[in-house]
């Protein structure tokens, strides 16, 4: 019998290594991806499936030529800027394409090189003034990194509706008619890849641009407006009080509007159920982030609330806002002021508006951290009374009085049982009204105690100030400019087209608000210096009129030659001047001779001679 004997040796287990480790930047390395006889310029980006294989696939950012030049396509142009940063090119690539549409690689004097065209320009053209006038062209070349052509797709949809009002699916038609700041096909296919690639970070950047233009002490109007909607598939969608009395769905904007420049230089989209009073605090908190300091906000009464009053005074924020008469501390100096001889004594009277007027210091702190108070800095009460308005509010009590009075007639001499007490309670309010036990309006008296309270307020309004050293009557007037606002909003709605929401996605939805923000400062320009000038305002009817004046200038390009814009003539030249733009060289009505004297006289040499051609 054989005996085997045999050595155990122990053996260490290791892991095999299985290559080498998969950098992050690799699905940012551009590479051709050939597909027939085009060639793509991609990245290979992977998704993870649930086992835990890597699927990849390709994304293209544009195409390359023979030459390996790269030309950039919408994937890369509204890409975020930090997603393009970090693109790795290789670097036999020419990326002058990139340079071009950016703008900072100088072109120098550049001849046209496609079809030859000729395309209506005055509108165009005037915007274009208005936007680089505004410094909206420079705020928007910062926010998207000079980017210029995606700076020019956006300028030329918030161009389009105010020039023509028409709706985005006839842009691409409407771009062979016009000469737009984009020379690209804006289709449906790329208006919506535009709008989903403007971010939260493209709006505050261009609240920082515009703030960094306002002076200290800004007045500022805030409202807001509900934009009705047809969809159901938007977050924001609520029922809610439509300002337009429309039985839809709604959204609402928020809009911050300087009476000092004339333009918006804030919006918010908010749902469509939400109260004024509850976004003050969202507004400020923005606005805050954005860069606005020292503004003055001027909100009517739909934003009064005794946690915004003490909102105000513990941020130090300056406002005026209008309050009610029928409540509160204002409620309790109307009835300390003696009406008995029909006018309010102690109250100043304004002469040249028929107005009394009183203001009122309030003593207000709230608390602040720790055991600190915060002392409200003049915080004051304007109250004021306008005889013609109390006149006018007794005849509509005593009307209202009288007609409730005939229809509660009318529906007890039919002795017909009432469906819904409350409501009857709600029609007839000036009114106490009896019921029987079969539901019948038995009798009724005038609600003596609604129609005393009713008279006791009839005539005044009010106002509160915060931050301010206004006197009520300039307080009243500072106020009285937020009506500006209220235009802006018929602008929103009528000329820019914006009555109803158009978008069903909430990404196309942002994006949309910011083109119609940009659009919104251009309208309002444009109308503040129609309303100015008396040029403009006895010749233009609207501000529509003064874009339709313009569309007889025409732009004409033909291949391999520069630019020509035909002549200005008539009130196109007024337009120049009440706007303070230079009319293009060769464009206007006067013309300056070019003759060189052939003498050689001493002295100051002759002017020029100028004919006028607007003959």
Request: charged share 25%.
């Amino acid at each position: 019998m054989s005996l085997l004997m045999g050595t155990f040796v122990s053996i260490n287990r290791c892991t095999m290594r299985k290559g080498r480790p998969v950098s992050a930047s690799t699905q940012y390395k551009m590479i051709v991806h050939t597909n027939g006889r085009q060639r793509y310029a991609s990245t290979k980006p992977y998704t993870i499936d649930e086992g835990g294989v890597k699927r990849y696939t390709y994304k293209h950012w544009g195409t390359l030529d023979e030459n390996n030049r790269f030309h950039p396509n919408t994937t890369y142009l509204y890409a975020p800027i930090e997603e393009r940063q970090k693109l790795i090119f290789p670097k036999d690539w020419d990326l002058s394409e990139i340079e071009i549409l950016s703008g900072t690689k100088h072109r120098g004097r550049i001849a046209y090189d496609a079809q030859d065209v000729d395309r209506q320009y005055g509108p165009t053209w005037l915007l274009n003034q208005v936007a680089a006038k505004s410094g909206l062209t420079d705020d928007l070349r910062k926010v998207f990194a000079g980017n210029m052509e995606m700076v020019n797709d956006i300028l030329t949809l918030a161009y389009f509706p105010f020039i023509d009002n028409l709706s985005y699916n006839q842009l691409s038609l409407w771009q062979r008619e016009v000469k737009s700041p984009s020379e690209r096909d804006l289709n449906s296919v790329n208006i919506t890849r535009l709008a989903q690639s403007i971010t939260e970070q493209n709006r505050m950047d261009l609240f920082r641009c515009r703030a960094a233009r306002l002076e200290k002490e800004d007045l500022c109007a805030v409202d807001s407006t509900s934009i009705s909607t047809y969809g159901f598939n938007l977050v924001d969608i609520r029922w809610g009080k439509n300002k337009e009395r429309l039985p839809l769905r709604q959204t609402v904007e928020v809009v911050v509007y300087s009476l000092t420049t004339h333009m918006p230089i804030y919006y918010k989209e908010l749902p469509g159920n939400m109260p004024d009073a509850r976004t003050v605090e969202l507004i400020m908190t923005e606005l805050g982030h954005a860069g606005f300091k020292n503004l003055v906000l001027i909100t009517d009464r739909g934003y009064e609330s005794m946690k915004n009053i003490e909102l105000y005074i513990s941020k130090g924020q300056k406002v005026i806002t209008s309050v009610k008469v029928s409540q509160g501390d204002v409620l309790k100096k109307i009835k300390e002021i003696d009406m008995s001889r029909g006018y309010p004594e102690g109250m100043s009277m304004a002469r040249k508006e028929n107005l009394y007027y009183a203001q009122y210091d309030i003593d207000y702190a709230v608390k602040g951290y720790g055991n600190n108070a915060i002392k409200a800095d003049k915080y004051r009460l304007n109250l004021y009374f306008n005889p013609e308005k109390r006149a006018a509010a007794m005849c509509d009590i005593q009307h209202a009085v009288d007609e409730q009075a005939e229809a509660i007639e009318e529906i007890i001499a039919s002795k017909k049982p009432v469906v819904d007490k409350n409501d009857i309670k709600k029609r007839f309010n000036m009114l106490n009204i009896k019921f029987g036990q079969d539901g019948c309006v038995t009798s009724y008296e005038v609600n003596r105690e609604k129609q005393d309270s009713m008279l006791l307020t009839a005539g005044f309004f009010a106002s509160k100030t915060i931050g301010v050293d206004f006197d009520p009557l300039t307080a009243k007037d500072n106020y009285g400019m937020r009506d500006e606002q209220e235009k802006v909003f018929a602008l929103q709605k009528g000329p820019l087209g914006q009555d109803r929401l158009k978008t069903w996605s909430e990404a196309s939805k942002h994006g949309r608000m910011f083109i119609c923000f940009v659009g919104l400062i251009l309208a309002s320009y444009v109308r503040f210096q129609w309303r100015k000038n008396e040029t403009l305002n006895k010749k233009f009817s609207s501000t529509e009129a003064i874009l339709a004046e313009m569309r007889t200038i025409r732009c004409i390009e033909h291949r391999g030659r520069l630019k020509f814009i035909t002549p200005f003539v008539g009130a196109q030249v007024d337009i120049c001047k009440a706007f303070g733009f230079t009319i293009p060289d060769g464009c206007a009505p006067v013309y300056m001779s070019k003759a060189k004297p052939m003498s050689g006289k001493r002295g100051r040499p002759a002017k020029p001679k100028t004919e006028r051609q607007d003959f």
